[in-house]
Nanobody, 114 residues
Framework: VQLVESGGGMVQVGGSLRLSCVASGIPMRINGMGWYRQAPGKMRELVARITSDGIADYAESAKGRFTISGDTAKNSVYLQMDSLKPEDTAVYYC?????????WGQGTMVTVSS
């Protein structure tokens, strides 16, 4: 199983980034895929998650600014991040879950500079 993220980088306050994640090697239908982030000294937290049925869930901090979308056929998930703030700076991880298992990507750094 492999999850590969892309799209991180450095952006100024108010800017936008789009993260992408592709999962491969998963042996059965994915229940959901999502984006999580971990800032220095903090625990990993959910940013947004979307189920295979297209139901999306967002952290309060992401609502109104971030949009998650998925392509079930390609086992892919995307995160459009707009109006970025310095507090959005973190390593962003893609996660997928199926049956009672799950996997993480290696993470991609997002830095928002003021």
């Amino acid at each position: 199983v492999q999850l590969v993220e892309s799209g991180g980088g450095m952006v100024q306050v108010g800017g936008s980034l789009r993260l992408s994640c592709v999962a491969s090697g998963i042996p059965m239908r994915i229940n959901g895929m999502g984006w999580y982030r971990q800032a220095p000294g903090k625990m990993r937290e959910l940013v947004a998650r979307i189920t295979s049925d297209g139901i999306a869930d967002y952290a309060e901090s992401a609502k109104g600014r971030f949009t998650i979308s998925g392509d079930t056929a390609k086992n892919s998930v995307y995160l459009q991040m707009d109006s970025l703030k310095p507090e959005d700076t973190a390593v962003y991880y893609c996660g997928a879950d199926w049956a009672n298992e799950g996997a993480w990507g290696q993470g991609t750094m997002v830095t928002v500079s003021s």
